[in-house]
């Protein structure tokens, strides 16, 4: 028993000791910037600071990927087991995983059709962007998923809704 309480204890301070150090080399690295930042040295905390940035965007892109693949696969499999799914829908899902390089937007939206101007908008014609969000909400319909139009103020979006 006492053998299995040293044990953990070393676990527990090593684990400890590796916190502390990361904390050391944190407070370390924001010195440095502080430093260079004193010292008028733009290029050096530039670098330092798109350092300490790239660090957390690769850590956030490489989650967003893992979430896209996961979401991918589960799509892949919904499809190859709904027996309503049209045949080529089927075969086109089923290639894209077998690829292994497939997109979400490949694997989610299967089924598509062609998307134009639509007759009932009488006085404008819709932008190109605007004609892509129509087609990308068509798609959404046509594949049975959810989606949220957004962007920047004033761009069309209700138009692009209505049509």
Known sequence: ???????????????????????????????ARI???????MT????MLEDTRN????????KTDEAVNQISNLLH???????????????ASSALASQGT???????HVRSEEVRQP???EFGQLKEYQIGGLRWMVSLYNNRLNGILADEMGLGKTVQTIA
């Open 102 to 108: 497939s997109s979400y937007y490949a694997s989610a």
């Open 1 to 31: 028993r006492t053998a299995i309480g040293r044990v953990a204890r070393s676990v527990r301070d090593r684990l400890e000791g590796e916190e502390k150090q990361k904390e050391k080399d944190a407070l370390e690295a924001e010195k």
């Open 55 to 62: 660090d957390r965007l690769k850590f956030l892109l490489d």
């Open 119 to 121: 007759s009932i908008l």
């Open 35 to 41: 430093a260079a930042l004193r010292a008028n040295d």
């Open 44 to 47: 050096a905390y530039t670098k």
């Open 77 to 91: 499999e919904e499809r190859s087991t709904d027996e309503a799914a049209p045949t080529a829908a089927a075969a």
